[in-house]
């Protein structure tokens, strides 16, 4: 009888996440396992060899964790591992790449609460505009807010194309249209947001993207979020605690970096417990994370 909760993370990138090992031992696994380097190709050997080595009965007992840094490359390995499956032998499955998933929900699910808390508003009908669309937590950010029935905008740092090929993914993937923006220059930006009610912000670290001539310009805004911990701030005057405070001398709210890291590292650590404690096996993504998200941000 098998008896230890074992997970398997397999990782496309050199080094597997120490963040995500950590994460899923203080969780309750007995063991986790990194696989580095590991290409599309190679995941439905290894996912079989985890499946048929334990009996079907135990199979929730054993886990496949998708790390990486590429949304869409997780995803992929994400259905390559359901199809690998041969029932009954079945295991549960977590995609997270760089904590893009859980950190994506928290930061829509902090935002969405804080809506309501100080405008009365909901995710649904209202216009996001989406810094840093084409890195994993802005791609997550922007479909789980496009599908709450948000109206999404991409907005690209460097033109419109990569933006447009990110929105062109959405569409096919998830069935929601997002739109898709040239962001690349101040008087670009300026327009984008005097348009949007909502800001996230998920660029590169340490790099400001809504400075405070921006913030002021921009009177329409209901609030901004921005996962960007590393200073300067991506969003300027707001602070890292900050959980729907008023920012600059408007009526715009800010949701900071490390009130939505205390619900990412909750629902991380929520899910990892949820397939330790399902007597069935679990396959799990970003909509997962932020159904954990909403209930834990509430």
């Keep these: 009888m098998a008896d230890k909760r074992i997970l398997h993370l397999l990782s496309p990138l050199r080094h597997a996440s120490p963040f995500d090992i950590n994460m899923a031992l203080d969780a309750g696994y007995d063991a986790a396992i990194p696989y580095t380097n590991v290409t599309p190709e190679e995941v439905t050997g290894l996912v079989q060899d985890a499946i048929f080595s334990r009996p079907p009965k135990d199979g929730a007992k054993t886990g496949v964790f998708i790390g990486g840094k590429n949304a869409i490359a997780a995803l992929d390995m994400l259905e390559r591992a359901k199809r690998a499956m041969v029932p009954p032998f079945v295991i549960s499955v977590f995609a997270d790449p760089a904590g893009s998933f859980t950190t994506a929900a928290a930061m829509v699910a902090r935002l969405e609460r804080a809506l309501r808390a100080a405008h009365g508003r909901d995710l649904a009908g209202t216009r996001i505009v989406v810094f840093g669309a084409t890195g994993v937590v802005g791609f997550a950010a922007a479909v789980i807010s496009a599908l709450e029935g948000a109206q999404v905008t991409l907005a690209g740092h460097d033109g419109p194309r990569r933006v447009a ?7 096919t993937r998830f069935g929601v249209v997002v739109d898709a923006a040239d962001a690349s220059t101040e008087a670009l930006k300026a327009g984008l947001l005097g348009n949007a009610e909502v800001a996230l912000c998920a ?5 400001q993207i809504i400075d ?8 329409g805004l209901l609030a901004v979020a921005c996962v960007n911990a590393v200073p300067p ?3 300027a005057g707001l602070d890292l605690f900050a959980d729907g405070t008023r920012i600059g001398e408007g009526t715009t709210i800010g949701i900071g970096a490390l009130a939505i890291g205390q619900t990412k590292y909750q629902t991380e650590f929520g899910l990892f417990r949820r397939m330790i404690e399902s007597t069935k096996p679990l396959t799990l993504d970003f909509r997962d994370a932020f159904v954990l998200a909403r209930d834990l941000a509430r």
Excluded at 165 to 171: K, N, R, V
Excluded at 203 to 207: H, K, L, Y
Excluded at 212 to 218: E, K, N, P, V
């Design 165 to 171: 090929e990110s929105a062109a993914e959405i569409a």
């Design 203 to 207: 660029g590169r670290a340490g790099v």
């Design 212 to 219: 405070a001539g921006l913030l002021q310009r921009s009177p």
């Design 233 to 235: 701030p991506g969003v």
